[in-house]
């Protein structure tokens, strides 16, 4: 299968994307430039990077949303494409109405970087079949704007639809106050679109994804999608 | 257009109207930044001070025929890009420039 991983202006973690994807994952990778106006015909899945897309000026992720790609990301999602928004990514996202909700200043005021817990809510998803349904992964947190926020309806139809795809926890797997890292509703770590082709998350699968890194719970998401796409 | 004037000799006369736009936290949303400022605040002693809201302050010049037009292209912006409606409120001045 073949990614494409958009590179905005401040995206700081396209080469960690293409990394994973290429070399951890042995899937087809590459760059796509946030000034064209197009997603390549051969793409199956996009990648939207963590990072500081245009400085996260006025908001994270209001800018690059309005950025040329983002015509295209938006056109391709609709037509069933597969987009995957990580930590900046997932900003952008929501920004650009293809994922409900927003994400808001960590409650505990301070920029949070550190490995979470999270339990895998739905394996059901394209981008999580290869995980455990409940399993419990760990991967990294960085940022100062991950706190999600969405009014009571969004909230309810997100948990009703099994939108809620990744959830922080503790080391137990119990998804309590003290092992939400940034004040999220509902522990919300990473939330996926109602057809299922569009996900997004705060923590940062692609930088646990090879051993010497530490981990590798990330992978699934790779490999799941390795899947559906091998079987499609 | 007014009195049934033919469009084409309409010329429209256009002003220049200064708008200044406030972007807050919705009420229902911690607003951190306000939070850490009201306890410096009552740290110095200020302790009758409270509600501090932290926010964004926006201006933009716009030419446009009348305080109307100019408000909602400022209006539009806002709900567009300057502001997050999910989790932010806004609220437009429009002055004329003299």
Not at chain 1, 3 to 32: E, I, K, Q, W
Not at chain 1, 57 to 71: Q, T
Not at chain 1, 220 to 228: K, N, W
Request: glycine residues 10%; hydrophobic residues 40%; contains cysteine.
């Amino acid at each position: 299968m073949n990614y494409g991983v958009v590179v905005f202006p401040g995206s700081n973690c396209d080469n960690d994307a293409l990394y994973a994807t290429a070399m951890n994952a042995h899937a087809s990778s590459r760059f796509l430039w946030h000034k064209e106006t197009s997603i390549p015909s051969d793409i199956d899945c996009v990648i939207l990077p963590g990072g500081f897309s245009y400085g996260d000026y006025l908001r994270s992720g209001a800018i690059a949303r309005f950025s040329p790609i983002m015509r295209a990301v938006v056109d391709f999602a609709n037509n069933g494409g597969f987009v995957l928004g990580i930590c900046n990514g997932f900003q952008v996202l929501t920004e650009a109405g293809l994922l409900p909700g927003a994400l808001a200043r960590n409650t505990r005021q301070l920029f949070s970087c550190a490995s979470v817990h999270m339990l895998v809510e739905n394996n059901k998803t394209a981008f999580t079949t290869a995980y455990a349904q409940h399993e419990l992964v760990t991967m990294p947190i960085a940022h100062g704007e991950g706190s999600y926020f969405a009014d009571q309806r969004t909230i309810d139809e997100l948990e009703s639809n099994q939108r809620v795809v990744f959830r922080y926890c503790n080391s137990s797997g119990v998804a309590d106050r003290q092992s939400n890292p940034n004040g999220s509703l509902n522990n919300i770590a990473g939330i996926i679109s109602a057809n299922g082709n569009v996900m997004g998350l705060m923590p940062h699968p692609e930088r646990v994804c090879d051993t010497l890194l530490g981990g590798t719970d990330g992978l699934g998401i790779f490999h799941s999608l390795a899947q559906h796409f091998q079987t499609a | 257009m007014v009195d049934g004037s033919v469009s084409r000799l309409h010329v429209p006369i256009m002003k220049t109207f200064t708008a200044m736009i406030t972007v807050t936290l919705r009420s229902g949303i911690l607003d951190v930044q306000g939070k850490t400022v009201e306890h410096a605040l009552h740290t110095m002693g200020y302790t009758s001070v409270g509600h501090v809201r932290m926010g964004k302050h926006v201006t933009f010049t716009v030419e446009a025929e009348t305080e109307g037009h100019a408000r909602s292209i400022a209006q539009e912006s806002c709900e567009k890009l300057i502001a997050n409606p999910i989790m932010e409120d806004f609220d437009i001045r429009i002055q004329e420039v003299a």
